[in-house]
């Protein structure tokens, strides 16, 4: 367990491992702009032990939680309600406690998205192709289909997860869905949320279609330790604009953050000064 401050109202984050993690870092930093009392803190459980822990923080007066991995499916067991969007997406990263009823969110998808909007890359009638079919895709493939994508690819080795989100994303949206990779195809916009290029495995690259990225893609990793993937760096080279997974983390945050204390934040503004602030944090 680890503290930012002192103080009354409990927040924290709940996952493992969670020793890394720069929410606490994020939190402390807009609640002390906007002078709110909170601590925030890392919880470490295991996958066998959320349900009794979720139990014990009912009986507390904790105010509210990140959900990060692996418990963003099974935290939807422990809740009261669950939101429209993360009831879609199947995985929730927030939830917060309003007089003793426990409701989650998901605030990935936007994040990932408006950090997108804000990084100058558009989404809307662009092609886009997803490297993974694990949970962070969901949420993507959600509202980037959402946003306007014209239409979305997957690539992944799980047939079956990739149906899952192809099933989603025509349900709940007009954006084609393509199951697999065509190379012939211009993809204005490859993501990869994957955890290859990630310790331990930092000298991974997911993509094995080099050739079908040139100056007018967007290649994107939700990775952001390193900061700059194999993926990214290989796109860089040749002239792609790249982006890190820095900006998604901090706008999920922010939105979390809104929820977690009923505000709304000047987005753009908390956006550029959180990059700035962990833009050289050493994990």
């Known amino acids: 367990m680890t503290k930012t401050e002192n103080k009354s109202k409990l927040f924290g984050i709940i996952g493992t ?90 605030t990935d998808g936007d994040g990932f998205c408006i950090s997108l909007l804000f990084e100058n890359c558009e989404i809307k009638d662009k092609n886009i192709l997803i490297i993974g079919a694990g949970g962070a895709a969901r949420g993507v493939c959600y509202k980037l289909a959402e946003y306007g994508a014209k239409s ?65 893609t967007v290649c994107c990793d939700l990775i952001y330790n390193p900061c700059k993937t194999v993926f990214l760096k290989e796109s860089e080279k040749k002239n792609a604009k790249i982006i890190n997974g820095l900006g998604m983390l901090v706008m999920q945050g922010i939105l979390a953050f809104e929820k977690f204390h009923n505000v709304q934040l000047d987005r753009k503004k908390y956006y550029e000064e959180l990059n700035c602030l962990l833009a050289d944090y050493k994990i």
């Open 17 to 106: 491992p969670v020793e890394h993690s720069l929410s606490p870092k994020m939190h402390a930093f807009m609640a002390k702009s906007l002078d709110i009392d909170m601590s925030y803190e890392l919880f470490d459980v295991k996958p066998e032990k959320l349900h009794t822990t979720m139990e014990n923080f009912k009986k507390t007066s904790a105010c509210g939680f990140n959900i990060t991995a692996p418990h963003k499916i099974e935290i939807i067991k422990e809740l009261d309600e669950v939101l429209d969007d993360a009831l879609c997406m199947n995985s929730v990263n927030t939830i917060v406690n309003r007089n003793g009823k426990w409701t989650g969110y998901n």
């Open 152 to 216: 979305i690819s997957i690539t992944a080795r799980t047939k079956e997860k990739i149906h899952i989100i192809g099933e989603m994303v025509k349900k709940y949206s007009d954006a084609e869905f393509y199951p697999e990779i065509d190379k012939t195809k211009k993809y204005d916009i490859i993501i990869n949320t994957t955890p290859l290029g990630m310790h331990p495995n930092e000298d991974k690259n997911p993509c094995d279609f080099m050739d079908i990225i040139n100056e007018s």
